[in-house]
């Protein structure tokens, strides 16, 4: 099970930390993501880190403002959220994948966290 935290209102420029705390796997077996669904539009994907935490992958629109880590110890893994827009302001998502590696393929995620709500405001 997933269970993902921190999100809420925050304004243009802001900043907000994610977690995302696993319970019933072996944490570092898998790679996570995290996965955004603004109203009206697709889930994407925002980013993921491999079992180790020493590989991520990021969408563009978040390269240099986001930034994703995982605590294997703690079965916790992070999204810092910096420079915030209101084009991000979506429900996000954790994810666990089938795989130990960075994966991007929604399809490639067996497990679901129940969402956590982000919103900025200009």
């Known amino acids: 099970q997933l269970q993902a935290s921190g999100g809420g209102l925050v304004q243009a420029g802001d900043s907000l930390r994610l977690s995302c705390t696993a319970s019933?796997?072996?944490?570092?077996?898998?790679?996570m993501g995290w996965f955004r669904q603004a109203p009206g539009k697709e889930l994407e994907f925002v980013a993921t880190?491999?079992?180790?935490?020493?590989?991520?992958h990021y969408r563009d629109s978040v390269k240099g403002r986001f930034t994703i880590s995982r605590d294997n110890a703690k079965n916790t893994m992070y999204l810092e959220m910096n420079a915030l827009k209101p084009e991000d302001t979506a429900v996000y998502f954790c994810?666990?994948?089938?795989?130990?590696?960075?994966?991007?393929?929604?399809?490639?995620?067996?497990?679901w966290g129940q969402g956590t709500q982000v919103t900025v405001s200009s």
């Open positions: 019933g796997r072996t944490f570092s077996n898998y790679g």
């Open positions: 994810a666990a994948a089938i795989r130990a590696g960075v994966t991007v393929a929604r399809q490639l995620y067996e497990s």
């Open positions: 880190i491999n079992g180790d935490g020493d590989h991520t």
